[in-house]
């Protein structure tokens, strides 16, 4: 028979099953976290009506899009989680509770140009809190707090979250006069990690039109540094001066000032000015988090606050804040890094089991018994020589190995070797089961990622 | 603003809050048991080019397939499983251990004519063994105690495994000299359920011509019926006279003869010879699962022995033995049949921390000490009366609701409220902690299915 070559899409990531048992641990511990802070688990269609998931329609977006038609049916994949929430919130509001806390983890699909670390499907991690009408400004709070604890229960350390306030970028440039521009200038200014001030201030000047002298005054605004108190200080001076600022300057007060309850510490945490974002959907606190000792890959964590998340769907005022985490991207810069934990046991059980004789019925037996223990447990099944089984154990990194040889069970117990310690020890089936769950306790504390940075 | 209908699309599966905590924790409980029985996590790319998943060609698969162009490539959604398993282990076989053990939990498409109950984007939960070159028939016996410990553990009582061995049918038509006729006569066969004997007895003898006494002889076989012993001993008189019969018969009595070493209950087990499923892809043990009390829905999960997973891209002979679980069908089933756990708590914390001071601080102190102990919590932020606040608790359905008012705080203490009760105690937070945690423990163990068949 002639063959298809088998090959899997550039720009999709496909794991080997040690690197899958990592990736599940790591999107586990965020599903973990999510949950810890009270938000409800939402699975939406990967594919949407494209009237519906393009009725914002026009910008990149839409020209990465997987579009196709069924039938009748004009169809597109979802390039991200916040439009499906959109229509779902708008669709089923009726039978929502408000606030409408969700996480979803899912993946999502953008046509992009290949290149390395790019990924055409990808997994977005996302929570988005909405409210109807209204929503307390403590929730912009506490994302920080989550952010936090998920990077942290990851086994993260040298991490900042970076955050500011949309309304006083925007209070600050109408001061300037430039309040028609502000959205642009934004656009600019979000650019600042990427190509540095000097091509910023080119923007703004000769792009955008802005004198140099404000454009000057926009690029100092944006280097403010110090503490969250030294920065809040720094932009009293322009407090009382334009509406939107005065309340932007109170949102970023009310988020620092709750931080501490939150459980933040201040080395994880910065106000930093120069945080604009690009969307234009944002329109008050603003987050990015970034690795310190790779501050080249960028944010890995970001999101905000919106005023109306469904407003293409419903009258309906919906207010929220969310973020969201590119999962795949994540996991591949971690691991281009040597962030993963190698000593992670990827083994397929906690135990794999080596029947000597021809009948497989003690194996069978004491395997039945473990995994009524909910201990994981794999019989070796093929007729090979003792020393290939051993390799197999090996290979796939099982801990402990039950070796049920003629001898073991004429005498009623178990050979079982510790493959990390060389150690064999006769035991009872309840001996095993002892030793086995005292590993596997002492496992579950092992943390997918190590950050080795001072 | 002109609005868009916010809608989803027909045979898309979208659910509510509540149900998805549901499906999840059925999704949850799926994933564990396979971990149970040392199969390793594997995500394979939604999309695939359309030549590697459609290498086999042909059949209603490929009508109903979503494919489509983006630039160049000729893409399609995968549309099961396992055509990307036989990809994946064809393209990694040099990285991967064999017998190679893996479970994979997806969505799939196939573009179905929509009607009720049948869905055009669903789960599905596989787990596949992968042997190089051999497989051990013991793999085939494992295959029931994984099924029956799934439904089990999910709260399903009233169920049978129904396994059967296509060997024994085709030695069985080879005896009646219908040999080249095998596979067609099998899927005349697996539509009895569906279609009752006079229909396939119809099929037989007018569409596939077999003589009107060899088509009576191969629906007697199918009857043949009692505890496993009798089919079995039934089945000797034919012993001896070919050699795939006699080598079905083997590998029949080899399955029953483990069964009970892997604590399959006789209860649950049937061996029935009209199990025949209808792709030619299984060669010798096959599996179907049906609910005793809704045998109209069919078989809820089936699988099989296979000789060659990869023969469309890969000389290398992968012989394996599968199952896969219609999850999106069987949870509307379920629902439908009202058998999901109406008592299983699905709010989105254990705990909903209500603050009736203005300053957040305590509400948030407590929060983050609970969920520093893993406990999972939620505070309600919205300036609303305590009465609305209660309300919300009461919707959500959470257990738990800590209110903390000006007394409370002044005292160092929480008023804690079992919504189930309605029993209120005044508390500190460790009281708190150690009252939630013990409630938290009990719920762990509730199923998500609750079976009331007798």
């Known amino acids: 028979m002639s063959k298809v070559q088998p090959r899997t899409l550039s720009g999709f990531l496909e794991l080997l099953p040690e690197e899958q048992v990592l990736f599940d641990r790591i999107l586990g511990s965020l599903r973990d976290t999510y949950e ?66 969700r996480y979803q983890i899912g993946k999502v699909y953008r046509g992009e140009r290949s290149q390395r670390g790019r990924f055409r499907e990808f997994y977005q991690a996302d929570i988005d809190v909405i409210g109807d ?21 990851l086994g993260l350390k040298r991490f900042q979250i970076r955050v ?29 990690d990427k190509i540095g001030p000097e091509k910023v201030q080119e923007i703004l000047s000769h792009d955008l039109n802005v004198p140099s002298a404000d454009a000057f005054k926009i690029l100092e605004f944006t280097r403010a540094s110090g503490s969250s108190q030294t920065v809040l200080a720094y932009l009293e001076q322009y407090r009382g001066r334009n509406e939107t600022f ?33 969307l234009d959907y944002y329109t008050g606190t603003v987050y990015e988090t970034t690795l310190l000792d ?5 944010s890995i964590c970001s999101g905000g606050r919106y005023d109306n998340l469904a407003e293409y769907y419903t009258d309906k005022q919906l207010p929220g804040v969310g973020i969201s985490i590119g ?85 009623g117990k178990i050979s079982l070797k510790d493959m990390d310690s060389g150690e064999q020890l006769l035991l009872t089936k309840e001996e095993v089961r002892g ?20």
Not at 166 to 180: C, D, H, M, T, V
Not at 437 to 450: M, Q, R, S, Y
């Open 294 to 298: 790779h501050p080249e890959i960028g």
């Open 36 to 101: 810890l802070y009270g938000f409800t688990p939402l699975d939406t269609p990967l594919i949407e009506a494209s009237e519906v998931l393009l009725a914002k329609g026009g910008g990149e977006t839409e020209k990465q899009i997987y579009r196709f038609s069924k039938g009748d049916a004009d169809l597109s994949l979802r390039f991200d989680l916040t439009v499906p929430l959109a229509k779902y919130v708008a669709l089923h509001a009726g039978q929502l509770t408000f606030p409408f806390r």
């Open 327 to 411: 999962l795949t991207r994540l996991f591949y810069v971690l691991q281009e890094q040597g962030y993963l934990n190698e000593d992670l046991t990827t083994a397929p059980a906690d135990v794999l089991i080596l029947p000597m004789t021809d009948d497989l019925g003690p194996a069978i037996t004491l395997a039945t018994y473990l995994r009524s223990w909910r201990l994981q447990a794999q019989i070796y099944t093929e007729p090979k020589k003792f020393k290939q089984k051993m390799a197999y154990a090996n290979k796939l990194g099982f801990q402990y190995v039950a070796i049920l040889g003629e001898d073991e069970i004429r005498q």
């Open 435 to 454: 030793e086995i769950t005292t590993h596997t306790c002492l496992k579950d504390g092992t943390k997918p990622i190590v950050d080795k940075g001072e």
């Open 246 to 278: 005065n309340q932007g300057l109170e949102e970023l007060s009310a988020v620092t000032r709750y931080l501490s309850a939150f459980g933040v510490p201040d080395t994880h945490f910065a106000v930093d000015l120069s945080i604009a974002r690009g």
């Open 164 to 192: 500011n306030n949309r309304k006083l970028l925007n209070g600050f440039y109408a001061l300037l006069g430039q309040s028609e521009k502000a959205q642009d200038i934004m656009r600019a200014v979000d650019k600042l």
């Open 133 to 153: 009408g209204k929503l307390d400004i403590s929730n912009e709070a506490e994302i920080p707090s989550i952010i936090y604890r998920a990077f942290t229960d």
